[in-house]
């Protein structure tokens, strides 16, 4: 089945870096992007990016311009979302979906992965 | 930026009743229109794209329609496990953003 595994929680210091992974199976990788949306707690989705996997193009909503750099391995099916510059405001639950897509209906995230928790705390 | 903007933001509601959640955009999106449901400590999963068109697997109960501005989410008849927050994304132009979301809660 179409399935997306994320890589597991993270803890973090102000001013680092995570890098979160998303493994994609069950479907040809390289045809679909794969977008990046967090949550943080309590709170709604918030969408902050899009990759190609095919060709490497990647979009970024401008809160992110600058800090986030989403990148892919097509041999191992994998898809990478680096954030930098962490600060608490970036705690959140990290989702990637892969975004299915028609012409007619515009394109919408599914499935998702599972969720990787980052908290960034001293 | 597009802003979505759904209402309510949380609505209390009893099985079997009739529910509809709205979702306005900030401008026209035709129809590039997608709904969610979210579970607490799930990642979301989406019962409508296309502003209508129902997601393979979705219980027929849940309906969406609308374009241009202005759209609904219908679940005709509740039931149990519909309970959950719920949110619309426009997918017309990036960024691809999302309604603040609903809050559906038992009565």
């Known amino acids: 089945q179409v399935q997306l595994v994320q890589s597991g929680a993270e803890v973090k210091k102000p001013g680092a870096s995570v890098k979160v992974s998303c493994k994609a199976s069950?479907?040809?990788?390289?045809?679909?992007?794969v977008n990046w949306v967090r949550q943080a707690t309590g709170q709604g989705l918030e969408w902050m990016g899009w990759?190609?996997?095919?060709?490497?193009?990647?979009g970024y909503a401008q809160k992110f311009q600058g800090r986030v750099t989403m990148t892919r391995n097509t041999s191992i099916t994998t898809a990478y979302m680096e954030l930098s510059s962490l600060t608490s405001e970036d705690t959140a639950v990290y989702y990637c979906?892969?975004?299915?897509?028609?012409?007619?209906?515009?394109?919408?995230?599914?499935?998702w992965g599972q969720g990787t928790l980052v908290t960034v705390s001293s | 930026d597009i802003q979505m903007t759904q209402s309510p933001s949380s609505l209390s509601a009893c099985a079997g009743d009739r529910v509809i959640i709205t979702c306005r955009a900030s401008q026209s999106i035709s129809t590039y229109l997608n709904w969610y449901q979210q579970k607490p400590g799930k990642a979301p999963k989406v019962l409508i794209y296309g502003a209508s068109s129902l997601q393979s697997g979705v219980p027929s109960r849940f309906s969406g329609g609308g374009s241009g501005t202005d759209f609904t989410l219908t679940i005709s008849s509740l039931q149990p496990e519909d309970f959950a927050t719920y949110y619309c994304?426009?997918?017309?132009?990036?960024?691809?953003?999302f309604g603040q979301g609903t809050n559906l809660e038992i009565k």
């Open positions: 979906a892969r975004a299915y897509s028609s012409g007619w209906y515009g394109n919408w995230l599914d499935p």
């Open positions: 069950g479907y040809t990788f390289t045809t679909y992007d």
């Open positions: 994304q426009q997918s017309y132009t990036t960024p691809y953003s």
């Open positions: 990759m190609n996997p095919n060709s490497g193009n990647t």
